[in-house]
């Protein structure tokens, strides 16, 4: 069995300012104390998913707006994205990655064709996907950085980004559509 320390055992540091692009902290803020990887597993069965019904589930609080199901979809899309990149700087892989589009991306995902169910069972497995990757981090890796969109991240600040985007879409979906 490895002894290796990983991040699992200890807290992870909060992101500094130098650690991601101004904007981002709005979702870094959202993360309280400085456990990301609690946060992700407490977001894991968000009750609010089972009080909407498969019909609330296309609700648009406005015509030019996302459904639920598009939010949700969202929020699943840009957890890949942005873990993939955790995973990219983790490795040591040094090229800057693209932009990441969510309107492209969610016109592309056709999210109001697959179930509220299917959607909430997709966000719960990538979110597994998601906390095995961090759990399982080296400890040196979590000292990695690198860009993408064009911006410096550090793998910190991404493990406080996710929780934070989920944190933010949440409220919206309470404040907006329910």
Partial sequence: MSTRRTYNQAMIPRPQTAEAAPYYFNYIDQVTGDDPLGALENQLEEALFSAISEEKSLHRYAPDKWSIRQVLNHVTDTERAFTFRALWFARGLESPLPSYDQNVAASGAEADQVSWAAHVEEF???????????????????????????????????????????????????KRYL
């Fill in 124 to 174: 719960r497995r990538v979110r597994l996907s998601t906390i095995s990757l961090f759990r399982n981090m080296p400890s040196q890796a979590w000292a990695r950085s690198g860009i993408a969109s064009d911006n410096h991240f550090t793998l910190r600040a991404l493990a406080y980004i996710i929780p934070g985007h989920f944190i933010h879409h949440v409220s919206v979906l309470r």
